[in-house]
């Protein structure tokens, strides 16, 4: 399961997906949970289940939304990269 978390920064919000190293970065918390919410949408799709994380300005976690996989994929399939990729 591929974890997706939405946390504060000082002047906006990011979102990050397990260790990969490519944050994205937002003004609001609604623009950032939107981002992660297609985001998690587009793994589903590509078989891949998620947990979305949305943190408050405190760190404390606020809420947890699990999306589940809606595609299944074959042992062969690199779906995972290309459901990252997609804008």
């Known amino acids: 399961m591929r974890r997706i978390a939405v946390t504060a ?11 990969i190293a490519n944050d994205m970065i937002f003004r609001s918390g609604r623009q950032a949970e ?3 919410r297609k985001l998690a949408d ?8 998620s947990e979305i994380q949305l943190h408050l300005r405190d760190g404390s976690l606020a809420a947890k939304f699990v999306s589940p996989a809606t595609a299944q994929r074959s042992a062969n399939d690199n779906v995972g990269a290309d459901a990252l990729a997609e804008g």
């Open 9 to 19: 920064l000082s002047d906006g919000w990011k979102v990050t997906i397990d260790d």
């Open 34 to 36: 939107r981002a992660a």
């Open 42 to 49: 587009r793994l589903a799709r590509a078989g891949m289940e």
